[in-house]
């Protein structure tokens, strides 16, 4: 018997959390460049992820995960690399993984090219070149 797609045929809406809405509109709006859709205060900023509906979700108390909770697919993870650090992005830096390039890009064993950077509330993003 074939799985049901019960939502494989729906869009995804992403979440992130923040404490501070007007430093997170910032961030993802002109540094990141999303466009805001509308301003929910005090529930939520809406952006457009290319298509992707992005809530940015107003809360009281935030303990970023220590994971990554969104990431964007890029063509080209140096030029992005350098235009989010010309826009004031610091990449993070992972011990153990060795093979990060001066940009701090990381080359995983499948050869997808990763680096991490956190918003204003600490949550881990990333950029992937596959």
């Known amino acids: 018997m074939a ?41 939520a900023l809406v952006f457009d992820a290319n298509g992707t509906m992005l809530r940015v979700t107003t809360v009281a108390e935030h303990r970023p995960a220590q994971f990554t909770v969104l990431g964007w697919e ?31 890009i990381w080359t995983s064993p499948s050869g997808a090219r990763i680096a991490w950077f956190h918003d204003p509330d600490g949550n881990v993003l990333s950029v992937t070149e596959f």
């Open 3 to 43: 799985p049901l797609s019960i939502l494989g045929g729906s869009k995804l809406v992403a979440f992130a959390p923040s404490t501070d809405p007007a430093k997170a509109r910032a961030f993802y709006e002109t540094t990141l460049g999303l466009r805001l859709v509308s301003d929910d205060a005090p529930f």
């Open 74 to 104: 890029v063509e080209s993870i140096d030029t992005t690399v350098e235009l989010l650090i010309e826009a004031g992005v610091t990449f993070l830096r992972y011990a153990g993984l060795n093979d990060t390039d001066p940009l701090g």
